[in-house]
């Protein structure tokens, strides 16, 4: 059964970086037919999509975001990594990794970590 | 890329059948047959509950089902359970590789 998990800093100071990390577990991260992705969601708000990287480095960005927003990915370790820079209190949101189902263009998220909560304060 | 509009809230009695439409453009909802629906409860991931406009994936109960009208997507629950209350939310591919999620719809069983 495929697995994320999120990990990283729950507390961020404002101008500075966001970095988070999600581990994949019961499957590979090079698999051909699949993006990895990640959603934010501001306490009591909707979903917010931010970003997909492909294995082989390929990054698609929200473009509300794309100036802040950087997505990476080790293959050696099954992870992918977001950083956001210059954070402000309205990045505090609970952030969650998803697998993105791309097989025939479809674009789905069908498997999410249970995502983690990062507060911007001072 | 503005997000997908959604009704704020939705209600209905159990055994009773409800919509929720996700409104786009012609850009995203009206240009591909990509909208996928999550379910969300309180402190919890979103799940799957629809792909590609009207797929349902394995295990999800065929109560729901998905479908499309020009730049309006939507999603119908039958047969209203108790269990069905929570948080639904659209989400399109608008081109590009670019998804956009609509703002939610809170459902409320009576």
């Known amino acids: 059964q495929l697995q994320l998990q999120e990990s990283g800093p729950g507390l961020v100071k404002p101008s500075e970086t966001l970095s988070l990390t999600c581990t994949v577990s019961?499957?590979?991260?090079?698999?051909?037919?699949?993006?990895w992705g990640w959603i934010r969601q501001p306490p009591g708000k909707g979903l917010e999509w931010l970003g997909n990287?492909?294995?082989?480095?390929?990054?698609y960005y929200s473009p509300s975001l794309r100036s802040r927003v950087t997505v990476s990915v080790d293959t050696s370790k099954n992870q992918f990594s977001l950083k956001l820079t210059s954070v402000t209190a309205a990045d505090t949101a609970v952030y969650f990794c998803?697998?993105?189902?791309?097989?025939?263009?479809?674009?789905?998220?069908?498997?999410w970590g249970q995502g983690t909560l990062v507060t911007v304060s001072s | 890329q503005s997000a997908l509009t959604q009704p704020a809230s939705v209600s209905g009695s159990p055994g009773q059948s409800i919509t929720i439409s996700c409104t786009g453009t012609?850009?995203?909802?009206?240009?591909?047959?990509?909208v996928s629906w999550y379910q969300q409860y309180p402190g919890k991931a979103p799940k799957l509950m629809i792909h590609?406009?009207?797929k349902r994936p394995s295990g999800v109960s065929n109560r729901f089902s998905g479908s499309k009208s020009g730049n309006t997507a939507s999603l119908t629950i039958s047969g209203l359970q108790a269990e069905d209350e929570a948080d639904y939310y659209c989400?399109?591919?608008?081109?590009?590789?670019?998804?956009?999620f609509g703002g939610g719809t809170k459902l409320t069983v009576l």
């Open positions: 998803a697998r993105v189902e791309v097989a025939t263009s479809n674009n789905y998220f069908d498997y």
């Open positions: 019961g499957g590979s991260i090079t698999s051909s037919t699949h993006y």
């Open positions: 990287i492909y294995y082989n480095g390929n990054t």
């Open positions: 012609s850009s995203d909802v009206g240009n591909y047959n990509l």
């Open positions: 590609e406009v009207s």
């Open positions: 989400c399109s591919y608008a081109g590009n590789s670019i998804l956009v």
